[in-house]
């Protein structure tokens, strides 16, 4: 079985930074990108980050980029989302996700972890 277990969620206020763990276990790790999304009620998951798991070539979303950082390390088999310069409208459940395919859309992506919470406020 395919498990992605996230960490790292919290309150957090605005400007700060907070940092995603993300662990998984049942594949080869480096088969598969990782990505990271979020998700608010109503709404679908978005603002992703990706890494991939054959060259490790990163992409962004645009809400992501220049404020956030995705890595990995094949030999823990996780992988983490560095959040900097936190705003309120970046309150959302944050997921890990596992797919064949490396990319920002959350269509990409096969294997999900429960989420963990992120918010952001004074």
């Known amino acids: 079985e395919k498990l992605l277990v996230e960490s790292g969620g919290g309150l957090v206020q605005p400007g700060g930074s907070l940092t995603l763990a993300c662990t998984a276990s049942g594949f080869t790790f480096d088969d598969y990108a990782i990505g990271w999304f979020r998700q608010v009620p109503g709404k679908g998951r978005e603002g992703g980050s990706c890494?991939?798991?054959?060259?490790?070539?990163?992409y962004y979303d645009d809400s992501a980029s220049g404020r956030f950082t995705i890595s990995r390390d094949k030999d823990k088999n996780m992988a983490w989302l560095q959040m900097n310069s936190l705003k309120p409208e970046d309150t959302a459940v944050y997921y890990c996700?596992?797919?064949?395919?490396?990319?920002?859309?959350?269509?990409?992506?096969?294997?999900w972890g429960q989420g963990t919470q992120v918010t952001v406020s004074s």
């Open positions: 890494i991939s798991g054959s060259d490790g070539s990163i």
């Open positions: 996700a596992a797919g064949p395919v490396p990319g920002t859309s959350s269509s990409r992506y096969n294997y």
